[in-house]
């Protein structure tokens, strides 16, 4: 990570711009899922969730076309998603949504793969989200928009459909984690046979 990386013009580019406003969503978003959740406010959930995901989807695009990619954005951008997502899945358990034990597994597989890109980074390896981490993000906004709407005389479809998304997100989810550390582990074996 470069000093240019982090000087206060980098670090307020609109792409981080995007990342800041995902990010203070998300104590909002905490304080409208507090129980008691009247219907107006799950709706009002959803749609400020996928307004922050909508972020999560333009800071890169802009990132990438206006020559805006920084080691930082790639540590910072997968870390506000993580948050966002761990956060409203956290708010959905005592409004009964969503099963403790599939928050645990994501929730945990968040923390881990966080954990993994603290020390790539820590000896100068930035792992990049993989298509595989993107599909498992796509199918997380899916069934935390369709979990988050409150729709009565569609409710049973809805929670249903928003379920059966977070149970693939689930599975993406490992599948990317292993390829994750599967990769990790190649490129310091590789840096270790450079060295030697």
Known sequence: ?????????????????????RMAIIPLLVVILTPPVPESSLNLAALLF???SLTDYLDGILARRHNLVTSI?????????????????????PLGKVESWIVFLIVGR?????????????????????????????????ALSLLLLCVPPYQTVLDF????????????????????????????????????
Do not use: H
């Open 73 to 93: 954005g790639k540590l910072l951008d997968p870390l506000a998603d993580k948050l966002l997502t761990c956060a409203v899945l956290i708010m959905l358990l």
């Open 110 to 142: 968040e923390i881990a793969i966080t954990g993994l890109r603290s020390i790539a980074a820590s000896v100068g390896f930035i792992i990049q989200a993989s298509r595989l981490g993107k599909n498992k993000m796509v199918s997380q906004t899916i």
């Open 161 to 196: 459909l928003g379920t059966a998304f977070l149970y693939i997100s689930l599975v993406l989810g490992y599948w990317s984690a292993m390829d994750y550390f599967v990769n990790f582990y190649r490129a310091a074996k590789n840096q270790k046979k450079k060295e030697e």
């Open 1 to 21: 990570m470069t000093r240019n990386e982090i000087s206060r013009r980098s670090l307020t580019t609109l792409p981080f711009v995007l990342t800041y406003i």
């Open 50 to 52: 996928l307004l922050a």
